[in-house]
């Protein structure tokens, strides 16, 4: 089936043969017959097989033949959860609606926002968003969604995961309760179903491939290595295996940077990308890894829905990802439109966990190796150690144990154990039965009855002390 098949103009299929897509990806065979009839639907694709195409080409062809928005409006309404995807979305509609008369824009936080406004301000076609940044552009009246036809959550399982769901349900009841909804996804779960069908009835649920699955042409394997020999073992493969390109994902912006200096000081050029990086940094570093300026590009979690780099040979998960579904969308980068690709994890010992629940959600086994040179020793920590941690957490001496608490009562030492003795009858053991040889010895750190072997009445100081050290 062609492009033309599927009911799109000539302007649209003159940009696609500029790009070179001659034939529509299964997930675009699907979606976009449905989209230009009008219907809601909820699809789930593999990562990197045409996804954003299957929504942005339709809405396109649509609002060609529609009246153009004016003052602050927009007819189409595309939320993303990260920056570098809005980006990202927002230039696919630019280059598929190249010879069309479409407009759009994308707004995110992270960069300036009154330049964000001044596109606004005559209306547009499409508006791409992080949901953070349209509720702000909301608030200051600069944009209106009062007349949003065609709304679009793309990465809606992300969006969940970052905790958009509010700002999400409240952009939405902004819009009109009549207009055409589309739900993208890489990965399903009952969160997503449910927040789906809260969007309207009649919901086409389409799948490209069963839903959670990895690109079968990318190459999976799992090499095991000591967490402090990371780093090594990368600048290793890299110079070894002469890899001309690689996406290196951390767990932690720290890690990044640190990933980044020991690659830069072999002599790899490296760059970074996280939450700590201004827009405009993230922007230039996705520049010059899309340029091939620099070898390497080192993220966080942040990037990896919004990173779309032709031909890229090697995804590196540095770190495990916590959870399984970001190990989709990771490896998601490499082996994209058909490609081939290879997805290399670095796992120690301690990240065993994070392999079976990959696993179980992926329905497979992923080789497992380790280099010659880089063999692992580390061992898994005992529970015995545990133990003994949680019952001294602080690392105070021994001196403190049950046992020499009783030894130093005999001998007046002011570190008694709290509260005294009352696990025991008042009195056992000791003359007086108030503590005798110790100040206000009233255990209970109460006045007693009984001033006996207190002749001092010292009873304030007493309770003092114990005050102190009930509260330490």
Request: with cysteine; proline share 5%; glycine share 10%.
């Amino acid at each position: 089936m062609s492009f033309k098949e599927l009911g799109l103009s000539e302007p649209i299929l003159r940009s696609l043969e500029e790009l070179k897509h001659t034939e529509p990806s299964e997930i675009q065979q699907q979606a976009i017959p449905i989209i230009l009839a009008g219907k809601n639907i909820m699809a789930a694709a593999q990562t990197g097989t045409g996804k954003t195409g299957s929504f942005v080409l339709p809405i396109i062809e649509m609002l060609q033949e529609r009246a153009k928005p004016y003052g602050k409006n927009v007819h189409a309404l595309v939320l993303t959860p990260t920056r570098e995807l809005a980006a990202q979305v927002r230039e696919s509609v630019y280059t598929y609606g190249k010879f069309t008369s479409i407009t759009s824009t994308a707004v995110f936080g992270g960069a300036k926002i009154f330049p964000q406004k001044s596109k606004l301000k005559k209306g547009v076609d499409v508006l791409v968003a992080t949901p953070g940044r349209l509720l702000d552009l909301v608030n200051q009246k600069a944009v209106k969604l009062d007349q949003v036809q065609i709304l679009v959550l793309d990465e809606a399982d992300h969006m969940l995961d970052m905790g958009f769901i509010n700002d999400i349900k409240k952009i939405i009841s902004m819009t009109p309760p009549v207009r055409q909804n589309l739900l993208f996804s890489a990965t399903f779960s009952p969160e997503i179903k449910k927040l789906a069908q809260s969007l309207g009835d009649e919901l086409v649920e389409i799948s490209a491939h069963s839903p959670n699955t990895t690109v079968t042409k990318i190459k999976q394997v799992i090499y095991h290595v000591d967490k402090n020999k990371k780093n090594d073992l990368l600048a290793h493969m890299i110079e070894d295996e002469q890899w001309t390109q690689a996406l290196v994902f951390s767990r932690t912006k720290h890690g990044c940077e640190k990933i980044s200096k020991h690659l830069n000081a072999a002599g790899i050029q490296t760059g970074t990308i996280h939450g700590d990086k201004t827009q405009g940094a993230r922007t230039r570093a996705l520049r010059e890894f899309k340029e091939k300026d620099v070898r390497i590009l080192v993220a966080t979690d942040v990037a990896a829905r919004g990173i779309d780099i032709s031909n890229l040979p090697f995804v590196v998960n540095f770190d495990m990802p916590t959870y399984p579904n970001d190990y989709i969308h990771r490896i998601g980068r490499t082996g994209r439109a058909g490609q081939e690709g290879t997805a290399i994890s670095l796992m120690s010992v301690d990240e065993h966990k994070f392999l079976r629940g990959i696993e179980g959600l992926l329905k497979i086994k992923i080789d497992q190796t380790s280099h010659e040179a880089f063999k692992p020793t580390d061992k898994p920590s005992s529970g015995g150690g545990g133990d003994s941690r949680s019952r001294n957490p602080r690392g105070r001496k021994p001196a403190f144990s049950r046992n020499s608490r009783s030894s130093d009562s005999k001998s007046g030492n002011s570190f008694s154990k709290p509260g005294g003795s009352s696990s025991r009858p008042s009195g056992a053991g000791r003359p007086g039965g108030s503590g005798a040889g110790r100040p206000g010895g009233n255990n209970s750190g109460r006045p007693s009855g009984n001033s006996a072997g207190n002749p001092g009445g010292n009873k304030k100081t007493g309770s003092k002390a114990k005050t102190r050290w009930k509260k330490t």
